[in-house]
């Protein structure tokens, strides 16, 4: 039976043989454990000696099995201590486990709709949990994007997720996209600027009103969509006032409905009567003498 053998002076650097026959090694390793064969020999003859070598080692091991939870204030520096023993010394590494990948979750509905004020400012709101923390684009009705912290015209996207609109115009209606990205996946949030409606008035008044001196004047003016103001004019500006007509409340009045998205109004003409009319009655029954009644 044979086994392989190599010459150690050529094989290694770590390995020296003096000429006095002595062998030596630096830096053992566990690699190094074997069998090793001295050989003496001249044209005489030969001899040699067998020598066991076992290499001593421990495993590494860390001798605080419990280390305590940190909580670390931000900005500050952190240091934890890992005692750990072992022959040859262990290398000692850090880890960081992260946690579970997840794919980004709206904190908001899927899906808005909010009425668009002209002039005030506006929020909307997107927000996303999941691991690693998603990233937050901004897709305008017009296609542009804006990342976290860009700014564009009337549009800021701010820190926390969420879309600042100033000052908005009619322009800016439509339809924002909210879009939560990280390595797992993609989610979608969609919100709406729906434009206000302006005014719209139902007139009930297909014809001229007549109205008698001194009696009450009810005229209804009622308006559809966003709140407006309303206000009853005549034709001279004057805003009507007075709990009675006269007969210089005669003319055409002017209901008018504003609001921010535009105004709408409806005439009624007016004709106030002095005196009521008396009916004439040719029956004797009601009226003996056959005059007006």
């Not at 026959?21 to 040699?48: F, M, P, Q, S, W």
């Not at 939560?180 to 206000?196: A, D, F, I, K």
């Amino acid at each position: 039976c044979s086994f392989p053998m190599f010459f150690i002076s050529s094989f290694d650097p770590r390995f020296k043989v003096f000429t006095n026959g002595t062998l030596v090694v630096h830096t053992l390793t566990e690699k190094d454990e074997g069998d090793y064969l001295c050989i003496a020999r001249n044209k005489i003859g030969d001899d040699y000696v067998p020598l066991r070598v076992n290499i001593l080692a421990k495993p590494a091991k860390i001798e605080q099995k419990t280390l305590a939870d940190q909580n670390i204030m931000h900005g500050s520096s952190l240091k934890i201590d890992c005692v750990s023993s072992g022959l040859p010394y262990p290398q000692i590494q850090w880890l960081e486990v992260l946690e579970a990948a997840e794919k980004p979750q709206l904190r908001e509905p899927k899906t808005d709709s909010i009425p668009l004020t002209v002039g005030s400012a506006i929020v909307l709101n997107c927000s996303f949990k999941g691991s690693p923390p998603p990233q937050v684009t901004w897709i305008l009705p017009n296609g542009s994007a804006l990342m976290t912290g860009a700014r564009l015209s009337k549009f800021f996207h701010r820190g926390d997720g969420a879309l600042l609109i100033s000052n908005p115009s009619l322009s800016e209606a439509g339809t924002y996209r909210c879009l939560g990205q990280n390595v797992v996946g993609l989610t979608e949030r969609s919100v709406t600027l729906n434009p206000g409606r302006k005014p719209e008035i139902r007139n009930f008044y297909n014809t001229p009103l007549s109205v008698i001196n001194g009696e009450n004047l009810y005229l209804h003016c009622m308006s559809s969509g966003d709140p407006a103001r309303l206000m009853w004019t005549l034709p001279s500006g004057v805003v009507l006032n007075r709990p009675q007509p006269s007969v210089y409340d005669r003319g055409s009045y002017i209901c008018q409905a504003t609001n921010e998205y535009g105004s709408a109004l409806i005439t009624v003409p007016v004709t106030v009567v002095a005196y009521p009319p008396r009916p004439a009655f040719s029956d004797p029954a009601f009226c003996p003498n056959f005059k007006l009644c």
